[in-house]
């Protein structure tokens, strides 16, 4: 089944991918557009609720923590499947995930999806960086 984009952050990935669009150009759409960010709440402890949202984050082969996001929430209900205590999730601007986040991780796209990307830690520190200059 072909990919079908259904927003145009999805529509910019996929011309990326075709090599119809630019990284920086898509770069600066991503930092702009909003995501979905699957979290899981704090686990209760004794009588203590946590109400702090827990980001999905996996690490790789390196040890490098790697944030997980999709395009849009319907893109993580698969890949999600394997990780159920991650029931919930925020939509929110890109840019601020990742000035709420700091830096010293890498960001995957849609991972277990045909369209998406890997961000190395270098490339998330520059858009943060970048993103705290313009709000200055």
Not at 54 to 74: A, H, K, Q, R, Y
Not at 84 to 89: E, H, K, L, V
């Amino acid at each position: 089944m072909a990919f079908e984009p259904h927003n145009d952050l999805e529509n910019f990935l996929l011309q990326v991918q075709e090599g119809k669009v630019g990284l920086d150009e898509f770069m600066n759409t991503l930092v702009e557009s909003q995501v979905f960010l699957p979290v899981r709440d704090e686990l209760n402890i004794g009588d203590f609720q946590s109400k702090k949202a827990v980001p999905l984050s996996l690490e790789d082969e390196n040890g490098t923590n790697i944030l997980v996001i999709f395009t849009s929430p319907e893109r993580a209900k698969d890949f999600l499947a394997d990780y159920p205590d991650y029931n919930s999730g925020l939509v929110e601007i890109f840019k601020k995930i990742l000035q709420m986040s700091g830096v010293g991780y890498g960001v995957t796209i849609n991972p277990g999806c045909e369209v998406g990307m890997d961000l190395e830690p270098d490339m998330i520190e520059q858009i943060v960086t970048l993103s705290q200059m313009v709000n200055h």
